[in-house]
């Protein structure tokens, strides 16, 4: 079983940055997709990152230009890094790995999310 722990969430002033990471703990055999995602109090989670089969990385419009994900030293997670931050992009951020894990067995795992506030 493959579990995800987010961290780097915390509290901002607008205009500032973050760096979110994720860490994963089981054996992952060969990653397929993988991302960032948010949700906003009364809002569904929303995509704001992805990358799948290695295709590059597609951004949320309200995002590009601003984020940048990254694979760090051939790592199964993605790390979050959220520059010019503005008070709507505050919400709790997952990661989502997606893959092959040890026996060939499938997996689509998600954290349990890390807060980012960002105040005006």
């Known amino acids: 079983q493959v579990q995800l722990m987010e961290s780097g969430g915390g509290l901002v002033q607008a205009g500032g940055s973050l760096r979110l990471s994720c860490a994963a703990s089981?054996?992952?055999?060969?990653?397929?997709?993988m991302g960032w995602y948010r949700q906003n109090s009364g809002n569904e989670r929303e995509l704001v990152a992805v990358m799948r089969g290695g295709r590059g990385i597609k951004y949320a419009d309200s995002v590009k230009g601003r984020f940048i994900m990254s694979r760090e030293n051939n790592k199964n997670t993605p790390d979050l890094q959220m520059n010019s931050l503005k008070t709507e992009d505050t919400g709790i951020y997952y990661c989502?790995?997606?893959?092959?894990?040890?026996?060939?067995?499938?997996?689509?795992?998600w954290g349990q999310g890390t807060q980012v506030t960002v105040s005006s």
């Open positions: 089981g054996s992952i055999f060969r990653v397929t997709e």
């Open positions: 989502n790995v997606r893959g092959v894990a040890d026996r060939g067995r499938t997996f689509d795992s």
